[in-house]
């Protein structure tokens, strides 16, 4: 190294950069070298794009909660036109399906135990004379047998021949009090007070067999009283108006935070995160680069649940769909966040895909999606008020279902930004400090 | 004014009581346009000592300056200007083109114009990647890739080039290709470090430091530390005997008058102290003749190496006695 070529050298100076160049210019060559590898690998499209409408789809048919069609047994023992008939209305309900019919109730136990039915009813001998004469401390009784393995799907069915049942037994009362009606007023003629009825025992009459005596002289003409609650939003109880959203919930999660953090862990193990923290760019724009795209492609992927859930499931957009987006946006910021924390914690891509898989399952379970929070044990409820994905499926089936305005998610919307601004800031902190 | 000074620069990974100490404490002065080699084995703290000056690995003790600026200091983004790396690892994308690998760089360090353009055509012309410009990364033989990664590292124009085992993996035509390119930067004013397990190479620096165990055992032009080497370099003439080669080797690693041996072709070559050529040669005797040599980088290498875990030996016996 003579003197002469530190002469020839040009003395240093930085590149021209305008301010607006350094601040934009480097999270945009991220965000398009990201998305040029995305477009570019053919395996990573397919879990962007196709496996979200595939599992919408799948999910949307497989995840239904209501119940049908499951599998019973009947043993009839009373076998007389009444329980015929009885049981064939009941079965066309479709409620439950008639797999096989036992001899005794020990012939159904063992069809239960076999798994070939979930249900056995069992209609005694006698059931039908029981059934007219209506009495209360000797009611008509049947034996409804349940698989306990599956309590959602046999409890149900189970609880749906019994209400069956009891209402048999119930109009059974109501024929008798009004024979016992006719046959009184035609001994009692045109007598007085007449118009004096309670409410009580009215209502006794028409619901509860039990506590309606037949041999009440006063009921005179049995008013039927019935309870019709109606169903506001939702009113045949569709499943898939609480799955969809629920569903497009856990995509976006699944997809961009796994996508994330396995995108962050990828450049570490592979050493190329080592040439791009040896230039000028700075970590926030580097992560900015690099949550672009795919918040991009998470808003894709809502797109396509909202067409889904609109064409297949028929589930309806009550709200505005561009409220709709900008929540989602909100959502994207605390999934990405989530993602590249994980990234921050782990060397190689198998780490953050189980980290990854970790938080997520959690996330989920204590969402409310899959199961209503009231019914979780009141010490676990708090908890999750610190889940995005609590707030967030709440908002979307506020604004997709009962088509809710921006002042009514307010509370919720806020509880989201709040989860997404402190995952974001973490992970920017931990990735500042892991990054060298 | 120097363009890489380290001083008492040192790192350790892991806490107490299990430290490692990758690098001791190093103090290192690279005038600009110097070709400056670190030689080593693996595990020797090499890759440690070039990510401190890249300003990727903060030092445990002691402090480096590229170009004057502190890399981790308040100016770290002008000394990311200064330095270029060329990392051990893969460190390109595999998925994309060289062209988009080179302008995504590009884009990082907020290059634009003309100018861009001029330097992007010049470095594409001197690795002779212009013809594959849309080939995909990783479908380059490792020489280009090598070469792709230096054209990366050298688009900002940097003061310093840092080239971490650039030649590992690559094939002797490319190694050449590969240093020739460094020489022409070096005569443009450019300072570069090269790290290398390759002791020919180290032959090809202005300077080299031979590193082991995360300190400086020698410093100094490669031809000096050659002729430095107080001892005798012999080759073994094989006698025609019947595993002639086998014995030899083991007469040669048992005896405690070899300070360092290595294979030779067909044949074996052994470093010994001066003065212990003829107590060597009767060891041998039956066996083969000792020839003179010339003493080689490699031969100097081992015989360091070996020098310092004798006395490492001797020292830890020492303590042990008293």
Same mark, same amino acid.
């Given at each position: 190294m003579s003197n002469e070529t530190h002469e020839v050298m040009a003395p240093y100076e930085p590149p021209p950069r305008s301010l607006l160049q350094s601040w934009l210019a480097a999270p945009w060559a991220v965000a398009k070298k990201e998305l040029r590898q995305t477009l570019r690998d053919p395996r990573v499209m397919a879990v962007l794009v196709i496996a979200p409408a595939l599992q919408l789809l799948v999910l949307g048919h497989a995840a239904n909660l209501e119940v049908d069609r499951v599998p019973t047994v009947i043993v009839d023992l009373d076998d007389t036109t009444d329980s015929r008939r009885a049981l064939a209305e009941l079965i066309a309900d479709d409620t439950l399906r008639e797999v096989a019919r036992a001899h005794s109730p020990d012939e159904a136990t063992a069809l239960l135990v076999q798994g070939r039915a979930s249900v056995a009813i069992v209609v005694p001998d006698g059931w039908s004379r029981d059934l007219h004469r209506a009495v209360p401390t000797h009611p008509a009784r049947v034996q409804v047998l349940v698989d306990g393995t599956d309590p959602n799907r046999s409890g149900i069915a189970g609880s749906a021949a019994l209400r069956f049942f009891s209402m048999l037994a119930a109009r059974s009362v109501q024929e008798r009090l009004a024979q016992m009606q006719g046959s009184m007023t035609a001994l009692a003629g045109q007598s007085a007070d007449l118009g004096t009825v309670t409410a009580s025992a009215m209502a006794a009459a028409a619901g509860a067999p039990s506590s309606a005596s037949p041999s009440v002289p006063s009921a005179m003409r049995p008013t039927q009283l019935s309870l019709a609650p109606r169903v506001l939003y939702n009113p045949r109880l569709r499943t898939a108006y609480n799955m969809v959203p629920g569903i497009a919930t856990m995509l976006l999660l699944i997809v961009t935070t796994i996508v994330t953090s396995m995108g962050l862990a990828r450049e570490r193990e592979s050493g190329t995160l080592e040439q791009v923290l040896v230039t000028p760019v700075r970590p926030w724009a580097l992560i900015l680069g690099k949550m672009l795209p795919f918040a991009g492609i998470g808003l894709f992927d809502l797109l396509l649940a909202l067409v889904v859930g609109t064409y297949v499931f028929d589930v309806p957009i009550r709200g505005s769909i561009p409220l709709l987006f900008g929540v989602t946006f909100v959502y994207l910021l605390t999934t990405l966040g989530l993602g590249l924390l994980i990234s921050t914690v782990s060397q190689t891509q198998q780490q953050a895909f189980l980290a990854g898989l970790f938080v997520m399952m959690p996330g989920i379970l204590l969402?409310?999606? !899959?199961?209503?929070?009231?019914? !979780?044990p009141s010490w676990l409820q708090p908890v999750t008020y610190l889940n995005p994905l609590r707030w967030f499926s709440q908002i979307v089936r506020a604004v997709m279902i009962r088509g809710a305005t921006l002042d009514e998610i307010l509370g919720p919307l806020g509880a989201l930004a709040v989860c997404g601004f402190v995952l974001a800031t973490v992970a920017i902190l931990r990735f500042r400090k892991t990054a060298g | 004014m120097s363009s890489i000074l380290a001083t008492t620069l040192g790192r350790d990974f892991g806490k107490a009581p299990s430290v490692n100490r990758a690098v001791g404490e190093i103090s290192l002065e690279i005038p600009r346009g110097e070709l400056f080699g670190l030689i080593g084995p693996d595990g020797a703290g090499k890759t440690t000592l070039l990510r401190m000056m890249a300003g990727l690995l903060p030092p445990t003790r002691g402090s480096v300056r590229v170009e004057g600026i502190d890399p981790f200091g308040k100016e770290a983004d002008h000394a990311r200007d200064v330095i270029g790396l060329v990392p051990q690892e893969h460190s390109l994308y595999g998925d994309l083109s060289v062209g988009e690998n080179l302008d995504f760089f590009a884009d990082l360090y907020g290059l634009t114009g003309d100018d861009l353009r001029t330097r992007r055509d010049r470095l594409l012309s001197i690795t002779r990647l212009g013809p594959f410009q849309a080939r995909r990364a990783s479908q380059l033989s490792g020489g280009m890739y090598k070469k792709l990664a230096v054209a990366c590292a050298l688009l900002h124009q940097p003061e310093v080039l840092l080239l971490d085992e650039p030649t590992n993996g690559v094939d002797p035509p490319s190694r050449r290709e590969l240093w020739e390119l460094l020489y022409e930067f070096v005569e443009g004013g450019m300072t570069v470090v090269v790290t290398t397990p390759y002791m020919d190479e180290a032959t090809r620096c202005h300077r080299v430091a031979l590193m082991d165990r995360g300190e400086f055992i020698a410093l100094a032009p490669p031809q000096q530390l050659i002729d430095s080497l107080d001892a005798a370099v012999l080759e073994v003439a094989l006698a025609s005997v019947p595993e002639a080669r086998e014995k030899a080797t083991a007469v040669v690693e048992a005896s405690p008058l070899v300070v360092a041996s290595s294979p030779l072709g067909a044949s074996l070559r052994v470093v010994v102290e001066r003065g212990n050529e003829p107590a060597v040669a009767a060891e041998l005797a039956g066996l083969g003749t000792l020839v003179p040599a010339a003493a080689s980088f490699e031969d100097l290498f081992l015989t360091a190496i070996a020098r310092r875990e004798r006395d490492a030996k001797s020292s830890t016996a020492r303590k042990e006695a008293a």
């Open positions: 969402s409310g999606i !899959m199961t209503p929070i009231e019914s !979780m | -």
